[in-house]
Nanobody, 124 residues
Framework: QVQLVESGGGLVQAGDSLRLSCTASGRTFNTYIMGWFRRAPGKEREFVALIRGSAGITYYADSVKGRFTISRDNAKNTVYLQMNSLKPEDTAVYYC?????????????????WGQGTQVTVSS
């Protein structure tokens, strides 16, 4: 069992930056593929970014590519999402997720464990 706790959300202006953190319980954190998803008001939860493997291979949604960076610190059981050049359309609840499954890593159903979410609001 893995428990995930996100932090770092808040209210910022367009163009600002935020760094989200997600800390996991358990001693096998480094074996999990970690992802970030978000759900904007009135929309489905959507994939944002993931990081996998000992080499830290990353993958991003087109909407955040070049602005967001996912990283992990296995010694701290923590995954980060650095968000730069934020836009109002980035406003959403951001969720951290973990999986040991091999499947479509951009879909929510592949992930076993979820955090409670952290609100990010970007004003124009």
């Amino acid at each position: 069992q893995v428990q995930l706790v996100e932090s770092g959300g808040g209210l910022v202006q367009a163009g600002d930056s935020l760094r989200l953190s997600c800390t996991a319980s358990g001693r096998t954190f480094n074996t999990y593929i970690m992802g970030w998803f978000r759900r904007a008001p009135g929309k489905e939860r959507e994939f944002v970014a993931l990081i996998r493997g000992s080499a830290g291979i990353t993958y991003y949604a087109d909407s955040v590519k070049g602005r967001f960076t996912i990283s992990r610190d296995n010694a701290k059981n923590t995954v980060y999402l650095q968000m730069n050049s934020l836009k109002p359309e980035d406003t959403a609840v951001y969720y951290c997720a973990a999986t040991s499954n091999i499947g479509s890593l951009t879909t929510t159903t592949t992930y076993n464990y979820w955090g409670q979410g952290t609100q990010v609001t970007v004003s124009s």
